[in-house]
C-alpha cells in the first residue's frame, strides 16, 4: 500500500457525501486531473468534470490553469442542480499545486456553507 494510499483511508473514514453535501473527490494524473461529486448514502456519482471536457483540454494553459478552469466547471454545474456545500477530498494528494488551484477554482464561484459564508475546504 502505497503513502498516498494510507492518507486516502485516512482522510475516507472522516468525509462522507450526502445528496445536500455531496463528496468532491479529485483524482491527479501526470497530465489530467478529475473531480467528481458523490453522494456516498446512495453510492451514486451526482456530477463529475475533468480536464479532458471540451472547451478545457484544447486551451494551451499550464495544468495548474487547468485545475482552475475544472473547479469553475464543477461548482457551475453544482449550483445548477442546485448543490451549494460539498465536502472536499483530496484523495491523499496534498493540498497544494493543481489540487489547491481545483479547491480555489470551485470556491471562486460562490460555492457557500450554511452559514452563506464562502465555503472553506
Not at 5 to 27: A, H, L
Not at 28 to 42: E, G, K, M
Amino acid at each position: 500500500m502505497t503513502r498516498r494510499q494510507k492518507i486516502q483511508r485516512r482522510i475516507r473514514k472522516k468525509i462522507t457525501g450526502t445528496s445536500v453535501r455531496p463528496r468532491m473527490s479529485v483524482y491527479r494524473s501526470n497530465a489530467q486531473i478529475y473531480v467528481q461529486l458523490i453522494d456516498d448514502v446512495s453510492r451514486k456519482t451526482i456530477l463529475s468534470a475533468s480536464s479532458r471536457e471540451d472547451g478545457i483540454s484544447d486551451k494551451k494553459v499550464t495544468k495548474s490553469e487547468k485545475a482552475t478552469l475544472v473547479g469553475q466547471l464543477i461548482a457551475k454545474k453544482a449550483i445548477e442542480v442546485g448543490i451549494l456545500t460539498v465536502s472536499f477530498d483530496r484523495s491523499g494528494f496534498l493540498y497544494h499545486g493543481r489540487i489547491k488551484a481545483l479547491a480555489d477554482g470551485a470556491r471562486g464561484e460562490k460555492l457557500e456553507d450554511g452559514t452563506n459564508q464562502l465555503l472553506q475546504f
